[in-house]
T-cell receptor, first 116, second 111 residues
Framework: NAGVTQTPKFQVLKTGQSMTLQCAQD?????MSWYRQDPGMGLRLIHY???????DQGEVPNGYNVSRSTTEDFPLRLLSAAPSQTSVYFC???????????????FGDGTRLSIL | GQSLEQPSEVTAVEGAIVQINCTYQ??????LSWYQQHDGGAPTFLSY????GLEETGRFSSFLSRSDSYGYLLLQELQMKDSASYFC????????????FGTGTRLTVIP
């Protein structure tokens, strides 16, 4: 099992460029989410999905879009990159909350994104 | 809104016991999770407490007091590989497995 796979691992963008961070999981998890991690600020939830075709906003959704066309994939799109979006981005997945909240979340290795 | 407080840094000696505290203030609460993250790595799940009391998993234990809005992670028989950041996180929503994370405690284990 690969678990949660994120690509790319590193990316440098110029302000105003757009790009898509990819996330795929092979555990048949219903729940998937994107977090960003900035120094000293922990992880903050950007967007999440409780199943294919269902997405919703987290704490810091501005400047990002997501879609969930399949159970396996949950890409994150930066619409027009800004220096404030320089961060490490983590994708996570878990079984659905119907199994009870607090299901262990499985994280990908992260994408380190720099915006100049 | 949500807020969690945990110490920013803790240093402990190899073989000793260390406790990392977490206090929370949230508009909804279903349980408290703990995650470990080594430098440059991904967070990994350690434990989840939904009910008051102590949960033990090997050298790690986690405690929750819902009435005090307080929990802690206890690490015993510290090893050098335990040097990492530890995050408490609150499950605060029904219908989604969303977590609100604290800012993390950096644990340094010294010989």
């Amino acid at each position: 099992n690969a678990g949660v796979t994120q690509t790319p691992k590193f990316q440098v963008l110029k302000t105003g460029q757009s790009m898509t961070l990819q996330c795929a999981q092979d555990m048949n998890h219903e729940y998937m989410s994107w977090y960003r991690q900035d120094p000293g600020m922990g992880l903050r939830l950007i967007h999440y999905s409780v199943g294919a075709g269902i997405t919703d906003q987290g704490e810091v959704p501005n400047g990002y879009n997501v879609s969930r066309s399949t159970t396996e994939d949950f890409p994150l799109r930066l619409l027009s990159a800004a220096p404030s979006q320089t961060s490490v981005y983590f994708c996570a997945s878990s079984y659905s909350v119907t199994g009870g909240p607090g299901q262990p979340q499985h994280f990908g290795d992260g994408t380190r994104l720099s915006i100049l | 809104g949500q807020s969690l407080e945990q110490p920013s840094e803790v240093t402990a000696v190899e073989g000793a016991i260390v406790q990392i505290n977490c206090t929370y203030q949230t508009s909804g609460f279903y349980g408290l999770s703990w995650y470990q993250q080594h430098d440059g790595g991904a967070p990994t799940f350690l434990s989840y407490n939904a009910l008051d009391g102590l949960e033990e998993t090997g050298r790690f234990s986690s405690f929750l007091s819902r009435s005090d809005s307080y929990g802690y992670l206890l690490l015993q028989e510290l090893q050098m590989k335990d040097s990492a950041s530890y995050f408490c996180a609150v499950a605060h929503q029904t219908g989604a497995n969303n977590l609100f994370f604290g800012t993390g405690t950096r644990l340094t284990v010294i010989p």
